[in-house]
């Protein structure tokens, strides 16, 4: 288990670029699998799970070929089925969420998958069940070997249906969508999550030669075709990473321009942050953050205190809640974190405590922050990263707090954001890795 030993209390300076978007990546990767021409992307994120993706693709038979930094070539013309029953591939695909969305194409284009319980983080209950009532709704088979093992067949192939999702799931929504562009006729798929990830996949697939319409809804009509060709693609900067860059720069009190943002595409991200009173300036599509000693927690009209809360998009995402929760423990003012959608997302605020804050976990969803308005320092200590999120938001505390701090398993860190220790270490951050 790798650590950081970070030396906290001084101010960060200069420009950072986000890297490619983590849950982009994972949905477009897998979308290679839907053609036998090649695909071209660019802007891939240097991360593990990304990587780990990569890998599982080339064992299962892609060609995948570095052409610059972040640009690949990838063909799927002669993919392994055989791989699927391996047990090489069992741990391969259960290491990590991303790999879920294998399912769509290997079922649309092979008439059969099979997958572990993914991986990703330990936040609460992660069902699967969006992902297989959708392609049941196809015309797939699935067969389940105990909890954790699913089978799904579709041997004379999918056909297109109606349907309405019992939740928006972005990874079900991905997997359905890629399972429905292959499929015979029609499919619907009202209540579908529409975040600007599955907007890129649908852009994608478009390109390729399927039919979407209503993409950016919550109401996707697809018309399938025999087959897809292929295409190029380049991901958005990862909005998850722009937002934790934010809350870098308010938490230390650091100047920081995060460069080519594609801010149209951040919905309600940066609003959020204002909420907390930090001020940003959008310059082009560069987002400035000025170094500001304070920063004050807005109030509802009535002067009641503020609920920030996650929601599907174009709801607050919830993977930037830990990182709002954070930089409130600095900000003058108080607020209510409501994590809804997760129920073991906000356990990691006890070593925030620990280091000094003041906040009340009033239940697994909820925690009340009440700011310490940069009166009072953070102190460091030693502690675990439990998630990849929560460990980002400990990685602020740490770079805020005065003395030296130990983050342990940064491997949740590495698994969505790039080379991080370098980057901040380039605006001045004292990080060593361990
Ligand atoms: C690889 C990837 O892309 N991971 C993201 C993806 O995970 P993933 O696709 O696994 O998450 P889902 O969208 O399926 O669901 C997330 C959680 O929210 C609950 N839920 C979801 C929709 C809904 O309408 N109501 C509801 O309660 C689900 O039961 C689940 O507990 O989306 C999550 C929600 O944005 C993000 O945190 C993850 O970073
Ligand atoms: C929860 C996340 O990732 P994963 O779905 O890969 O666990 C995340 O990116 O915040």
């Given at each position: 288990m790798a650590s950081f030993e970070v030396i906290g209390g001084k101010p960060l300076h200069g420009e950072i670029v986000p890297q490619g978007a983590k849950n982009e990546a994972l949905q477009i990767l897998c979308a290679v699998l839907l053609t036998p021409e090649p695909v071209t992307i660019t802007n891939i994120p240097?991360?593990?799970?990304?990587?780990?993706?990569?890998?599982?693709?080339?064992?299962?038979?892609?060609?995948?070929?570095?052409?610059?930094?972040?640009?690949?070539?990838?063909?799927?013309d002669n993919v392994s089925l055989d791989y699927l029953d391996t047990p090489e591939f069992v741990a391969q695909a259960g290491a990590l969420r991303g790999s879920v969305m294998i399912l769509g194409p290997m079922l649309a284009r092979f008439g059969r998958c099979q997958l572990p319980k993914p991986g990703g983080d330990k936040i609460g209950r992660r069902p699967m069940d969006t992902h297989f009532l959708g392609l049941?709704?196809?015309?797939?088979?699935?067969?389940?070997?105990?909890?954790?093992?699913?089978?799904?067949?579709?041997?004379?192939?999918?056909?297109g249906a109606y349907m309405m999702l019992d939740e928006a799931s972005v990874t079900g929504t991905a997997n359905i969508v890629m399972a429905a562009v292959l499929a015979q006729g029609t499919t619907t798929i009202y209540n579908a999550a529409c975040e600007p990830y599955l907007q890129q996949l649908c852009k994608m697939l478009v390109r390729m030669g399927a039919?979407?319409?209503?993409?950016?809804?919550?109401?996707?009509?697809?018309?399938?075709?025999?087959?897809?060709?292929?295409?190029?693609?380049?991901?958005?900067?990862?909005?998850?990473?722009?937002?934790?860059?934010?809350?870098?720069?308010?938490?230390?009190?650091?100047?920081i321009t995060i460069k080519d943002c594609q801010i149209a595409e951040l919905g309600?991200?940066?609003?959020?942050?204002?909420?907390?009173?930090?001020?940003?300036?959008?310059?082009?599509?560069?987002?400035?953050?000025?170094?500001?000693?304070?920063?004050?927690?807005?109030?509802?009209?009535d002067g009641s205190i503020l609920t920030i809360s996650d929601h599907t998009w174009p709801g607050f995402t919830p993977d930037l809640l830990s990182i709002v929760l954070v930089v409130a423990t600095q900000a003058k003012g108080t607020?209510?974190?409501?994590?809804?959608?997760?129920?073991?997302?906000?356990?990691?605020?006890?070593?925030?405590?620990?280091?000094?804050?003041?906040?009340?976990?009033?239940?697994?969803?909820?925690?009340?922050?009440i700011g310490l308005n940069h009166?009072?320092?953070?102190?460091?200590?030693?502690?675990?990263?439990?998630?990849?999120?929560?460990?980002?938001?400990?990685?602020?505390?740490?770079?805020?707090?005065?003395?030296?701090?130990?983050?342990?398993?940064?491997?949740?860190?590495?698994?969505?954001?790039?080379?991080?220790?370098?980057?901040?270490?380039?605006?001045?951050?004292?990080?060593?890795?361990?």
């Open positions: 240097d991360i593990r799970d990304v990587n780990k993706l990569m890998e599982l693709l080339r064992d299962m038979g892609v060609k995948v070929g570095k052409l610059a930094p972040g640009s690949y070539r990838f063909q799927a049941e709704k196809l015309g797939g088979k699935l067969t389940l070997e105990g909890k954790d093992f699913y089978r799904i067949k579709a041997e004379n192939g999918l056909t039919t979407i319409n209503g993409i950016g809804s919550n109401l996707l009509t697809i018309e399938g075709v025999e087959q897809l060709g292929g295409t190029e693609h380049r991901m958005l900067p990862d909005m998850i990473e722009i937002g934790s860059f934010i809350g870098l720069a308010a938490m230390t009190g650091s100047e309600l991200i940066p609003d959020t942050f204002r909420k907390l009173g930090i001020k940003l300036e959008f310059r082009g599509d560069d987002i400035y953050i000025p170094a500001q000693q304070h920063y004050e927690i807005d109030t509802y009209l607020v209510l974190i409501h994590q809804k959608m997760f129920e073991s997302r906000l356990f990691f605020v006890d070593k925030l405590i620990d280091m000094g804050a003041q906040v009340i976990l009033c239940d697994p969803h909820r925690a009340t922050v009166q009072k320092r953070l102190h460091g200590i030693t502690m675990t990263s439990p998630d990849i999120r929560a460990g980002v938001a400990l990685l602020i505390a740490a770079l805020s707090a005065e003395g030296r701090s130990v983050i342990e398993n940064v491997e949740q860190i590495d698994r969505g954001y790039q080379h991080i220790d370098q980057r901040l270490i380039a605006l001045g951050a004292q990080i060593r890795r361990l």
